[in-house]
């Protein structure tokens, strides 16, 4: 089944615990991108890559690194969370930029 | 610049009334307009697109209208269904060939209930 998994999908931390959310996806795709999700603001963009090895930022980066060894895989991490850094994450990939997205189930953060 | 406006924030709707959703952009670079549905406790998935090049795109129960000279386009759902209760999220994107980037935006999201 083509999807795009998120681990873990819940996570409760605390403030500057080193952290790293996980994202694969089993579509060949080139494009993964990391996002936010908060009330009233939608999502946000975090970090994208076009492809291995190239990253780039998106509209809310700081606090945040992601890296992109494999073409399946692109982690999220988080080197000294925040309590501001609490929301929920969606992971998704496409083809290439600029076609249909796919999105991962998310993972619900708590920073404490 | 490269906000997505996106209204109402909440529409409740009976059963087989017309849903609609709208949404403004002001970068005009923007090329590819993709509507979102998302279900609680789940990731969004892409409902229906168009690009600036159609003023209307259709499938099945979902339209998506575009005026690019107003800079606005919005997602008409006809007959709606309590099924179709969902969070909808308008975006827009604009592939940036030449630096190998790509900028994507979301609306802030429209809860939509449609009653029995």
């Known amino acids: 089944e083509a999807q795009v998994t998120q681990n873990p999908r819940y996570l409760i931390t605390v403030t500057g615990k080193k952290l790293t959310v996980t994202c694969s996806q089993n579509?060949?795709?080139?494009?993964m991108s990391w996002y936010r999700q908060d009330p009233g603001l939608g999502l946000r963009q975090i970090y994208y890559?076009?492809?291995?090895?190239?990253?780039d930022k998106g509209d809310v980066p700081e606090g945040y690194k992601v890296s992109r060894k494999e073409k399946r895989n692109f982690p999220l991490i988080l080197e000294s969370p925040s309590p501001n850094q609490t929301s929920l994450y969606f992971c998704?990939?496409?083809?290439?930029?600029?076609?249909?997205?796919?999105f991962g189930p998310g993972t619900r953060l708590t920073v404490t | 610049q490269q906000q997505v406006k996106q209204s109402p924030q909440s529409l409740i709707v009976q059963k087989g009334g017309i849903s609609i959703i709208n949404c403004a952009y002001e970068?005009?670079?923007?090329?590819?307009f993709p509507w979102y549905q998302q279900f609680p406790g789940k990731g969004p998935a892409l409902l229906i697109a168009?690009?600036?090049?159609?003023s209307e795109k259709k499938e099945g129960r979902f339209t998506i209208s575009f005026n690019k000279s107003a800079k606005q386009f919005s997602l008409h759902i006809m007959d709606s269904q309590p099924g179709d209760s969902a969070t909808y999220f308008c975006?827009?994107?604009?592939?940036?060939?030449?630096?190998?980037?790509?900028?994507?935006?979301f609306g802030p999201g429209t809860r939509l209930s449609v009653l029995p």
């Open positions: 998704a990939s496409s083809l290439r930029g600029g076609d249909e997205q796919y």
């Open positions: 579509m060949n795709h080139e494009y």
């Open positions: 890559s076009m492809n291995v090895e190239v990253t």
């Open positions: 970068n005009t670079a923007f090329d590819y």
């Open positions: 168009i690009r600036p090049d159609v």
């Open positions: 975006a827009a994107n604009f592939f940036i060939r030449d630096n190998y980037g790509q900028n994507f935006v």
